[in-house]
T-cell receptor
Framework: RKEVEQDPGPFNVPEGATVAFNCTYSNSASQSFFWYRQDCRKEPKLLMSVYSSGNEDGRFTAQLNRASQYISLLIRDSKLSDSATYLC??????????FGTGTQLKVEL | EPEVTQTPSHQVTQMGQEVILRCVPISNHLYFYWYRQILGQKVEFLVSFYNNEISEKSEIFDDQFSVERPDGSNFTLKIRSTKLEDSAMYFCASDRDRGSNQPQHFGDGTRLSIL
């Protein structure tokens, strides 16, 4: 089983749509959870941290379910500029980040 | 906002040659990392570095690889005898505090092409 598993997509959605991405992780000892965004051939950039209580940042909402080892990201009112690959990232006891393969989002007119 | 900077942005090297990738982490950060991303694949952890020593390394980080903090600002990754399969984007990252809840800040990467 992969350490961090994501549907690679692509998700093609119209502008203004709501889209949700899911991620599962295999290591129950994972401690911290993040969503990063990666544009084509660029570096990963932190989108948001993910907390058990759920957290929201503008149009973005992240949820964590530790019992199911499941993380989600919801994007409301999609913009063209949201087109990117969304990376689910977890850490274990150390500081190293373990990345999923990413989910590609394409927002279209 | 402070940034992690990496040089060069693109390095082309003959197979078997040594290559050094350079990074300047954010100035008050204490933890430094190298990751790589082969084209079309996921980002993979190579090594973490703290207090002038390696704190963790992956299976990828074999004897061909080494890291160094030669002065107070630079953090380097050396590949001693490059192979074709070393072609990838190499990202440097840093963070400030101990504890895995700190997000890491990434440099914009060095594209390494081995011919």
């Amino acid at each position: 089983r992969k350490e961090v598993e994501q549907d690679p997509g692509p998700f093609n959605v119209p502008e203004g749509a709501t889209v949700a991405f899911n991620c599962t992780y295999s290591n129950s000892a994972s401690q911290s959870f993040f969503w990063y965004r990666q544009d084509c051939r660029k570096e990963p950039k932190l989108l948001m941290s993910v907390y058990s209580s759920g957290n929201e940042d503008g149009r973005f909402t992240a949820q964590l379910n530790r019992a199911s080892q499941y993380i989600s990201l919801l994007i409301r009112d999609s913009k063209l500029s949201d087109s990117a690959t969304y990376l689910c990232v977890v850490t274990g006891g150390g500081n190293k980040l373990t990345f999923g393969t990413g989910t590609q989002l394409k927002v279209e007119l | 906002e402070p940034e992690v900077t990496q040089t060069p942005s693109h390095q082309v090297t003959q197979m078997g040659q040594e290559v050094i990738l350079r990074c300047v982490p954010i100035s008050n950060h204490l933890y430094f990392y190298w990751y790589r991303q082969i084209l079309g694949q996921k980002v993979e952890f190579l090594v973490s570095f703290y207090n002038n020593e390696i704190s963790e390394k992956s299976e990828i980080f074999d004897d061909q690889f080494s890291v160094e903090r030669p002065d107070g600002s630079n953090f380097t990754l050396k590949i001693r005898s490059t192979k074709l399969e070393d072609s990838a984007m190499y990202f440097c990252a840093s963070d400030r505090d101990r504890g895995s809840n700190q997000p890491q800040h990434f440099g914009d990467g060095t594209r390494l092409s081995i011919l």
